[in-house]
């Protein structure tokens, strides 16, 4: 028996098969372009929300044999750097060389934040690679890491005298980070 259509429905289905291919291409451009301009951002660039605000107040151990212990009185009264890191962190590696340099040229006061670490891990981190720490702070469960908003390691914090966070390095710091953007940053905030 053939088609029995009438000459009207027949554009009708022509039109609603379109309609079946553009539907799923379109949402699959939107997810497209969405996805691309996700991949374009600085990942970075994550605003923290403790910018312009008091460090969290902590007092933490030190990690053994790398006293003194850190405490967020440490950071009052001079610019300062404040670098979360762990032994199990593998951009930590990249950075350090780094912080190692940094700590020697003696520009600003480092401070080290041994994010959920064994403090025996920590403490063979800092032995083999160096210690660019001017106090050490242990946080065994990441509370304090929580607080001050870190979302992974390593992340650099910049302090200014007053003790109020300025700036958020995430990931490792690289010789162009400091260049371009702490470096003069910290110049600017010294008296």
């Known amino acids: 028996m053939a088609d ?25 451009s939107l997810l497209v372009l969405a ?18 605000k008091p460090a969290p107040e902590f007092d933490l151990p030190a990690v053994p044999d790398f006293g003194p212990a850190l405490s967020s009185e440490d950071l ?5 750097l404040v670098n979360v890191f762990a032994s199990w962190c593998v951009s930590c590696r990249i ?16 401070y080290g934040l041994d994010y959920k670490d064994k403090p025996e891990d920590g403490a063979r981190w800092l032995s083999e690679r160096g210690n660019p720490y001017a106090a050490t702070g242990l946080d065994l469960d990441g509370r304090v890491g929580i607080e001050w908003g870190v979302y992974g390691v390593p992340e650099t914090f910049v ?30 905030l010294r008296p």
């Open 159 to 188: 302090v200014d005298a007053q003790g109020d966070i300025v700036y958020k390095q995430i990931g490792p710091l690289t010789p162009e980070a400091w260049n371009d953007t702490i470096l003069p940053l910290i110049e600017e």
């Open 76 to 80: 009052k009264g001079q610019v300062s």
């Open 95 to 110: 950075e350090h060389p780094l912080l190692m340099d940094l700590s020697r040229a003696g520009g600003v006061a480092i």
């Open 35 to 52: 996805l691309a301009v996700g991949l374009g951002r600085d990942p970075s660039l994550v605003p923290s929300a403790l910018l312009g």
């Open 4 to 28: 029995q259509s009438s000459p009207i429905e027949a554009p009708a289905r022509a039109v609603r098969r379109r309609w079946l291919f553009a539907v799923p291409v379109a949402v699959f």
